[in-house]
């Protein structure tokens, strides 16, 4: 990750944890047109969207996280309990099947 891309992110992440998701989604945007490929800023970008209420924005970020890491429990049960908001059961079971079936000792729930 280049320089740029990491004071966006950083910046993004404070205005995160301040509460100020306008501005964080601003600056995981700006970071993301630095490195599309970073599974961190489009999984953050993907939860800043569900905080906002945008939840297909949300889905289209977290599942390109996915595609990054297939077997990353956390982001499958929150791709599955998104998917379940907008009544999308049979895909929300896909997802909660690949977050079970995964062993971990560290499961983080981000929404």
Do not use: H
């Not at 595609?67 to 499958?76: E, I, S």
């Amino acid at each position: 990750m280049d320089n740029q891309t990491k004071l966006l992110l950083n910046k993004a992440i404070n205005y995160s944890i301040k509460g100020d998701l306008v501005n964080a989604s601003k600056y995981y945007r700006a970071a993301l047109e630095f490195d599309s490929e970073n599974f961190d800023i489009l999984q953050n970008l993907g939860i800043i969207c569900f905080q906002l209420g945008n939840l297909n924005e949300s889905i289209t970020f977290l599942l390109k996280a996915q595609n990054l890491q297939k077997d990353n429990p956390t982001l499958n049960y929150n791709l599955a309990t998104i998917l379940m908001l907008q009544n999308n059961n049979l895909d929300a079971i896909k997802f909660y099947e690949n977050a079970v079936k995964f062993k971990s000792d560290d499961y983080w729930i981000n929404l």
